[in-house]
């Protein structure tokens, strides 16, 4: 079944696999454990990849994990899945320290006590003890290793530490405690140290490879090399980053020698360790120093993640395979929040991907942004929830945003067999109707707004726009069918957000008809050139939030610096003015959005299951399945490129029209009719059909789930038809 789905795959120029999860636990590494799993989904699945990864207690470097995971792979192949292992170094975080022990992440807790103007003043730091999926019921991020980094005093103020008077006074400091169970300084006490504040910046060692490791990258891409005999199908980095922390606190940053070296390159002469204190607390009269740090700490940290990530896909592709696949997602908490600035510094557009992944919450607009970035034609969400009706709702939505689901199989409901908790129903015999779509598109869904969010304030925790990208943009106009894609700043350096030769705003293969330029405080005037090379180009520009430094902070006119004819406002004033403009320019909506959340994640716009969308080749979609997880009929006319084109259908009805009106291609489930000018086809009984012209313009067709002779009418078309059969079962 794999070859035959793939080869219709690549024969319509479209190699998007159904994708599902495999969490491996103790059964999987009991002698032939691995078969049960694969035995159920290859009988009643069509899925043909699963993103692979171990929740048990053992490493990818052991010698009996590597044997497990050759026979598995192997077996999966028998059976037409293929498996797209993780393989990231936090599943070997044992064997890396065994190897590096001097190149673990640490983190430094600034903590603070009075002085006085005699005695002595004790401060006791906690460590701090991490987990997340990777860790589970094994070892988590735990401090193994505190040590005293620094100890500064100075004289507190409303508005930070008062100029002049920071001191070291590490020196004169007794240390009574510095493990991994926590860090304990006594600082004596003299005349003159009365109304002066002592500032501990303890730093613990957790139990993960440091992020700026000098042989991470070599270590990981030793990992792929180790599975280079083992027939996968690629492999996986899942929310890599620094360890999630959730409601992080400001006072508590990454640190640790070897980012410290990285700081001194990109600032020559200065020293994070001091600089940690200048950004924890604040000095008053060096507020622009301050943003300088926190702006140049947060971008290199987001580079070098970037780094990380884009090295292990290299190393996938080097080890396994130009058409090996780099699987899962970057994205962590799912939500441009906090907890994701401080993790990976929003670097989700930044990593490349062979196909644009995401999950849980990822609002719409990101995800949509991402399939551009990477010439991707649909997006990927790993999606879970407790309530199967979720899956089956949002199944949908993702269609109508341009989107497939990647299902995570441990939910919806705990008591039931964790293999087959999503195959008691239709959902994944409707997916596969859904992915009729794929054999007749390459491009993403069409989203003629761009919302381009200031990088450098979104990562800033001392401004106003901390974790602020511009959601309220985005949400106004996917509510009404004006869909949006969400872009950071940074794209403009990376050279990936340009002017194309009309002077418009472009991103990959997205022409923008308006873009806002979203809380720019902080950046770069490179930005401003941007939007001025934009000035009179197709693209309407807008403007919300102030500018008033750069990016080291400062004093910037970044409102003069900008043209003068973008439109300021608010964000809300701004959506208003956007969507009054399409629709007087002619953009017609697309289907109107509702606030969704899952999981228990924060709620952002996302289509309703019900309506139709258009792909940037001009492929027009409509989908419902509000009603039945199936789909619901899809019967009567609408207006493509100014032709009448009629459908009666189930669940997915969609066609591409070349500029004379001719049918470039057309993909219906439970097809009925179909017609457009002389071209119509009428059957007997309803079928799941998709055809379209190859690269050399001749007709190809695939029929699902259908049994007996091709039918008359579709033979009209082309004789060359593939067969595939329908393996889930109701």
Known sequence: MLQVLLLVCVLAGAPLPGLGCWFWSEEEFRPEGYKRFLDVYAERTDLELLTTSIRYPVEVTAAGVHDQIKAAAAYGREKGLGMVMDLDVRLARQAFMDKYPGEMQEIVRVREAAMSGSGEVRIEVEPLNLGDHYTGKTRGYDSIGGRVLRVYSGVAGPAGIEPGTVEDITGRCRVERADKDGVAVVIGCGAGNGGRTAYVLAAFTLFTPDVYAAHLIEFEHGILDQYAD??????????????????????????????????????????????????????????????????????????????????????????????????????????????????????????????????????????????????????????????????????????LGGGRMNFHPLYPNDSVDRTTSLLGGNLLRAERRVRLLNLISTSPVDCPVAVIFGHPSSLNW?????????????????????????????EISSGALR?????????????????????????????????????????RLYRVGEWTRDFWGNEFDGAGALPAEMIRGSGVDCARDIIEYLSESGVEAQTRGTRRGVAGFAESVMPEPSGWCRLLDGTLILASGKGDVMGD?????????????????????????????????????GLKRFKVGRFEIELDERADVAF?????????????GWEGEVPRALMRVTEKWVRVGVSGRG
């Open 230 to 399: 083992v027939a996968l199908a690629g492999a996986c980095k899942d929310e890599w980053g620094f360890p999630g922390r959730f409601k992080p606190r400001t006072d508590d940053v990454w640190y640790s020698d070897s980012m410290a070296r990285a700081y001194g390159r990109r600032r020559p002469g200065k020293d994070l360790a001091r600089d940690v204190l200048l950004m924890v607390k604040g000095e008053r009269g060096r507020e622009g120093a301050r943003s300088a740090a926190i702006n140049c700490y947060m971008e290199m940290n987001r580079q070098r993640n970037v780094e990380v990530e884009n090295a292990f896909y290299a190393g996938i592709k080097e080890v396994f395979g130009a058409e090996a696949m780099s699987g899962t997602h970057p994205t962590w908490f799912p939500f441009p929040t906090p907890e994701e600035a401080f993790k990976n510094g929003l670097d989700w557009w930044g990593v490349r991907r062979d196909l644009a992944q995401t999950d849980e919450a990822t609002p719409f607009c990101a995800r949509t942004a991402l399939a551009k970035k990477w010439g991707s034609a649909v997006w990927y969400n790993m999606y879970y929830d407790r309530d199967i009706k979720s899956y089956e709702e949002d199944l949908w939505r993702h269609v």
């Open 462 to 490: 001392t401004g106003e726009g901390f974790a602020d990208v511009g959601l309220e943009v985005t949400d106004a106009l996917w509510a009404v069918g004006y869909y949006a894609d969400l872009i950071p700043s940074s």
């Open 499 to 539: 002017i194309g030769g009309d002077g418009g705003v472009e991103y990959g293969a997205q022409r923008y008809r308006a873009a806002v330029l979203y809380n720019p405080e902080w950046e770069r005037p490179s930005v401003a050139e941007f939007f001025r090379k934009a000035v009179g180009g197709p693209t």
């Open 633 to 669: 009929p899809i019967r009567g006319t609408v207006n493509v490129r100014g032709h009448e084109v009629t459908f009666d259908a189930v669940g997915v009805a969609a066609v591409r029209l070349n500029k004379r009106g001719k049918v470039e291609a057309m993909a219906a489930g």
């Open 692 to 704: 379209w012209r190859d690269g050399r313009g001749r007709w190809q067709g695939m029929l699902q």
